[in-house]
């Protein structure tokens, strides 16, 4: 199956940093979704973005297709931003997204 | 609110117990999965529902039973688990499974399970 690496594993900033997280991908997907998940293990869906670029606030991601990977930026960064940051993609087949580890945000007043 | 509901949020249950986790979407959506998630690693699928029907099981254990009586609900019965089955459990939705057509998945807020 699609194995999924994101990058950094671990990341602590200050408040009004900005931030980019990777997420690189070993095979061509249909579908890939960035996720934040909450201090309360609720899954917050960010982007659909299987490729180009795309912006909410703050938060903008871009997918490069042909070479595998998506970019996920944080502007500004708040405490609040804080938490796990997940990649996930599908490749096409009949099953569910493929989840990377994650980035886990730490923003630091 | 991602539409997607999961009861009880927390549920701590003894290795003899039989226990349920419910998920219930209000999304209007036709695929319905469970996911774990343990510490450490990354989610992983446990099953697949399409229209009611099961249409993928990764190896799970014959402990955790999946039930889906209709695309609005999904239950994850459970009975005589282990310590090491401890996790968080979350139920999704999509309007259906060929995530490939451009379906967006929306979690629900997740079951902590802790076996003790």
């Known amino acids: 199956g699609i194995q999924v690496e994101q990058s950094p594993p671990d990341l602590i900033l200050q408040e009004g940093a900005n931030s980019t997280l990777r997420c690189n991908f070993s095979?061509?997907?249909?579908?890939l979704q960035w996720f934040h998940q909450n201090p309360w293990g609720q899954l917050i869906n960010l982007f659909y973005i299987p490729s180009g670029t795309k912006q909410n606030g703050r938060l903008s991601a871009t997918t490069v297709a042909t070479e595998r990977y998506s970019l996920l930026y944080i502007s500004s960064s708040q405490t609040t931003d804080s938490g796990v940051y997940f990649c996930?993609?599908?490749?096409?087949?009949?099953?569910?997204?493929?989840f990377g580890k994650g980035t886990h945000l730490i923003i630091q007043p | 609110e991602t539409g997607v509901t999961q009861t009880p949020r927390h549920l701590v249950m003894g290795m003899t117990n039989k226990k349920s986790l419910k998920c219930e979407q209000h999304?209007?959506?036709?695929?319905m999965y469970w996911y774990k998630q343990s510490a450490k690693k990354p989610l992983e699928l446990m099953f697949v529902?399409?229209?009611?029907?099961?249409?993928e099981n990764n190896s799970v254990p014959s402990r955790f039973s999946p039930e889906c009586p209709n695309s609005s609900h999904l239950f994850l019965h459970l009975h005589t688990l282990q310590p090491e089955d401890s996790a968080l459990y979350l139920c999704?939705?999509?309007?259906?499974?060929?995530?490939?057509?451009?379906?967006?998945?929306?979690f629900g807020e997740g079951s902590w399970l802790t076996v003790v």
């Open positions: 999304l209007g959506h036709n695929a």
């Open positions: 529902y399409n229209f009611k029907e099961q249409t």
């Open positions: 999704a939705s999509s309007q259906d499974q060929g995530l490939s057509l451009g379906n967006t998945i929306y």
């Open positions: 095979d061509s997907v249909n579908n």
């Open positions: 996930a993609v599908s490749g096409g087949g009949a099953d569910g997204l493929t």
